[in-house]
DNA sequence: CTTTTGACTTATT
DNA sequence: AAATAAGCCAAAA
C-alpha cells in the first residue's frame, strides 16, 4: 500500500513523479524538488524517501546529484544499488553511475508530440 | 508562532 | 579527488 496524503501537498507531487521514473532511469533529489515546486528542498524530498523502503514506488531510482546512492548510511546501500543494476544501471568503482546519461526528465517521454502544441 | 531535523547541494579548502 | 562548511526548504513537534 502505498503513502496518499494531501494531493497539493509537496510529498504527493514528489511521490507522483517518483511513481513515472522508467526502469533504468534516475533522478535527483534536487531536481525532484525543482519539479514539485520547491527548488533548494533537497533534503525534504530525501526525508520523504524515508518512508518509502517497502512501498510500490520505485524508491531504488532516486539518488544524489553525484551520481551515488545516498543510502549507505543507512544500511541498505547495497540494495538500491543491486536494484538498479538489475534494471541496467552500471556504477563505476566510485559508486557513481553517468548521471548525464541515465537522469530521467518527465518531458522525456514525449519527444515529437511536444510540437503539437 | 519558533525550533529541530534530514536518503541534499554547492562552494570552498 | 576527498573532506568541510554553510545554505537550503518543507514537515512535524
Same mark, same amino acid.
Do not use: H
Given at each position: ?21 522508467? $526502469?533504468? !532511469? ?11 515546486? #520547491?527548488?533548494? @528542498? $533537497?533534503? %525534504? ?7 518509502? @523502503? ?6 531504488? !531510482?532516486?539518488?544524489?546529484? %553525484? ?6 548510511? =543507512?544500511?541498505?546501500? &547495497?540494495? %538500491? !544499488?543491486? =536494484?538498479?543494476? #538489475? ?5 563505476? $568503482? ?8 541515465? %537522469? ?6 514525449? &519527444? ?6
Amino acid at each position: 500500500m502505498t503513502v496518499m496524503p494531501d494531493p497539493a501537498s509537496f510529498r504527493a507531487r514528489v511521490l507522483a513523479l517518483v511513481e513515472r521514473i522508467p $526502469a533504468g !532511469r534516475v533522478m535527483t533529489y534536487g531536481q525532484l524538488a525543482t519539479l514539485a515546486g #520547491a527548488p533548494g @528542498a $533537497a533534503r %525534504q524530498v530525501g526525508f520523504i524517501m524515508s518512508g518509502l @523502503a517497502g512501498t510500490d514506488l520505485p524508491w531504488q !531510482r532516486v539518488i544524489n546529484a %553525484q551520481g551515488a546512492v545516498s543510502t549507505d548510511r =543507512l544500511g541498505f546501500g &547495497d540494495i %538500491q !544499488r543491486g =536494484l538498479l543494476t #538489475a534494471e541496467g544501471v552500471t556504477f563505476g $568503482a566510485s559508486g557513481r553511475c553517468d548521471l548525464g546519461r541515465l %537522469q530521467w526528465w518527465p518531458d522525456e517521454q514525449t &519527444d515529437a508530440q511536444a510540437s503539437l502544441f
